[in-house]
């Protein structure tokens, strides 16, 4: 059984860093890409960032790029996501995710992530 948890959301200040933390549990979890969604109130869940499972290729939307850093340790079984120059718009809650279809390019689709952890929330001020 797979578990995801979350950690490291709070509330912060236009401007400043966060840096959250999920947790796995799974037997497979250096073999699975993982990834971080988020969802702000009333919209879908977006993509956020993607690693794959030994670290050496990672994805990043857009609206992140430059801004946030996403790694992993695999000993630890821990993803990690830097989140620096926060913006108000970057509040949401904030969803760690597995992959663990084989083989496969790491995807910034929802659909393509079989695991998801309970989200942390993230709140910016202006």
């Known amino acids: 059984q797979v578990r995801l948890v979350e950690s490291g959301g709070g509330l912060v200040r236009a401007g400043d860093s966060l840096r959250l933390s999920c947790a796995a549990s799974?037997?497979?979890?250096?073999?699975?890409?993982m990834g971080w969604f988020r969802q702000a109130p009333g919209k879908e869940r977006q993509f956020v960032a993607a690693?794959?499972?030994?670290?050496?290729?990672?994805l990043y939307a857009d609206f992140v790029k430059g801004r946030f850093t996403i790694s992993r340790d695999n000993p630890q079984k821990m993803v990690y996501l830097q989140m620096n120059s926060l913006k108000p718009e970057d509040t949401a809650v904030y969803y760690c995710?597995?992959?663990?279809?084989?083989?496969?390019?790491?995807?910034?689709?929802?659909?393509?992530?079989?695991?998801w952890g309970q989200g942390t929330q993230v709140t910016v001020s202006s």
């Open positions: 799974g037997r497979t979890f250096g073999t699975d890409h």
């Open positions: 690693v794959g499972h030994d670290g050496s290729r990672t």
């Open positions: 995710a597995e992959d663990q279809t084989w083989g496969v390019e790491v995807s910034t689709r929802t659909s393509a992530y079989d695991y």
